[in-house]
């Protein structure tokens, strides 16, 4: 059984669960929930969409050129 689980942090851990045992051994499966916070970090740093090109057509048109 577990007694404890360590973080840095209270309420970090939510929805323990113990499973079943791994395999013979007296180990067994944890599961249990993270809850972390995320804040949006407002950058002026201007991000270009590169999978969103027309790759074919602009080989065409550099073709056209030489």
């Not at 059984?1 to 942090?9: A, G, L, N």
């Not at 007296?26 to 249990?32: A, G, N, Q």
């Not at 972390?36 to 027309?54: A, P, Q, T």
């Amino acid at each position: 059984m577990v007694d404890y689980i360590f973080t840095d942090e209270e309420k970090l851990i939510e929805n323990m669960k113990i499973g079943q045992p791994l395999g013979k051994s007296d180990h067994v499966v944890l599961e249990w929930d993270v809850i972390l916070k995320i804040s949006e970090i407002d950058s002026k740093l201007i991000k270009r969409n590169f999978w969103k090109g027309d790759y074919n057509k602009m080989i065409k048109n550099l073709q056209a050129v030489s």
